[in-house]
C-alpha cells in the first residue's frame, strides 16, 4: 500500500507542474544568470550592456548589439523581453559579426506599439515583424514596461515568430527573396546560420529567460 501511495504522489507532482516545464527538457539556456559568458558585444558604446540579477539590460540607446558567440543555423529561441514606454530594439538571428544586421542578416523587431510616436509605422516595423521584410499578421505585444514572451523558429527557409502565445508571422524567406528589390537590399535572408543577438536602439531593454534548441 505504501509503494502505491508513492507512485500515485508522484504521478501527481509530475501532473502539477507548469506546462512549460514539461515543454523545455530539450532547451538549454543561452544565458547563465549570472555574467555575459557566451556573448559579445560587436558595436555601440562599452559598459552599456550588463546583468542584472537575472536579466541582461541594455541601460540605454546606443548600445549596438550584444550576440552569441557561437553561431546557430536552425533552432527554435525563446525569451522574454521588456521595454520601457516608446521602447525599439530587437532579436538578431543568423547575423554575421559586421554590418547593417537587419539587412546582412535579420532582425525580428521589438516594440511599444501601442506608443503615440509608432501610430504611423507600416506592418514590417511592428513586434514580431522579420524587420522591413514581413510584417505580423496582427499585434499581440502588451504594452511597455509589461514582459512579453517571444518564441523564433528557424528551420531551413522558414522563419516563424510566435508573440505571447499567438503565431503571428510564418515566412517563407525564398518568397521574398524572389522580390528583385528585397532581395538586392536584403541579403541576409540567404544566410543558413549566423549569431543570435540582441539590439539596443532606444532606452532600456531587458532579456531574461533566454534558452535555445536547436532543431534538425
Same mark, same amino acid.
Given at each position: 500500500?505504501?509503494?502505491?501511495?508513492?507512485?500515485?504522489?508522484?504521478?501527481?507532482?509530475?501532473?502539477?507542474?507548469?506546462?512549460?516545464?514539461?515543454?523545455?527538457?530539450?532547451?538549454?539556456?543561452?544565458?547563465?544568470?549570472?555574467?555575459?559568458?557566451?556573448?559579445?558585444?560587436?558595436?555601440?558604446?562599452? $559598459?552599456?550592456?550588463?546583468?542584472?540579477? @537575472?536579466?541582461?539590460?541594455?541601460?540605454?540607446?546606443?548600445?549596438?548589439?550584444? $550576440?552569441?558567440?557561437?553561431?546557430?543555423?536552425?533552432?527554435?529561441?525563446? =525569451?522574454?523581453?521588456?521595454?520601457?514606454? $516608446?521602447? /525599439?530594439?530587437?532579436?538578431?538571428?543568423?547575423?554575421?559579426?559586421?554590418?547593417?544586421?537587419?539587412?546582412? &542578416?535579420?532582425?525580428?523587431? =521589438?516594440?511599444?506599439?501601442?506608443?503615440?510616436?509608432?501610430?504611423?509605422?507600416?506592418?514590417?516595423? /511592428?513586434?514580431?515583424?522579420?524587420?522591413?521584410?514581413? &510584417?505580423?499578421?496582427?499585434?499581440?505585444?502588451?504594452?511597455?514596461?509589461?514582459? /512579453?514572451?517571444?518564441?523564433? =523558429?528557424?528551420?531551413?527557409?522558414?522563419?516563424?515568430?510566435?508573440?505571447?502565445?499567438?503565431?503571428?508571422?510564418?515566412?517563407?524567406?525564398?518568397?521574398? =527573396?524572389?522580390?528583385?528589390?528585397?532581395?538586392?537590399?536584403?541579403?541576409?535572408?540567404?544566410?543558413?546560420?549566423?549569431?543570435?543577438?540582441?539590439?539596443?536602439?532606444? @532606452?532600456?531593454?531587458?532579456?531574461? /529567460?533566454?534558452?535555445?534548441?536547436?532543431?534538425?
Amino acid at each position: 500500500m505504501r509503494t502505491i501511495a508513492i507512485c500515485v504522489l508522484l504521478i501527481a507532482s509530475v501532473n502539477t507542474l507548469p506546462a512549460g516545464d514539461k515543454a523545455e527538457g530539450d532547451f538549454k539556456p543561452l544565458f547563465n544568470g549570472k555574467d555575459l559568458a557566451g556573448w559579445k558585444q560587436y558595436t555601440g558604446k562599452s $559598459g552599456v550592456w550588463f546583468v542584472e540579477k @537575472d536579466k541582461i539590460v541594455c541601460e540605454k540607446g546606443g548600445g549596438g548589439w550584444l $550576440g552569441t558567440e557561437k553561431d546557430y543555423a536552425d533552432f527554435e529561441l525563446r =525569451l522574454e523581453y521588456r521595454l520601457t514606454p $516608446g521602447g /525599439n530594439s530587437g532579436v538578431y538571428i543568423r547575423a554575421p559579426e559586421t554590418g547593417h544586421i537587419s539587412r546582412v &542578416g535579420m532582425e525580428i523587431q =521589438l516594440l511599444d506599439d501601442d506608443h503615440s510616436k509608432y501610430a504611423k509605422v507600416k506592418p514590417f516595423q /511592428n513586434t514580431g515583424a522579420i524587420y522591413h521584410v514581413v &510584417g505580423p499578421t496582427e499585434r499581440h505585444a502588451k504594452p511597455a514596461p509589461e514582459w /512579453n514572451d517571444i518564441a523564433i =523558429l528557424a528551420k531551413g527557409r522558414s522563419v516563424k515568430v510566435t508573440l505571447n502565445g499567438k503565431k503571428i508571422v510564418e515566412a517563407d524567406l525564398d518568397k521574398y =527573396l524572389a522580390i528583385p528589390a528585397v532581395a538586392k537590399e536584403h541579403t541576409g535572408l540567404k544566410r543558413d546560420a549566423g549569431k543570435i543577438g540582441l539590439q539596443s536602439h532606444t @532606452d532600456r531593454v531587458e532579456f531574461r /529567460n533566454l534558452r535555445i534548441r536547436e532543431v534538425k
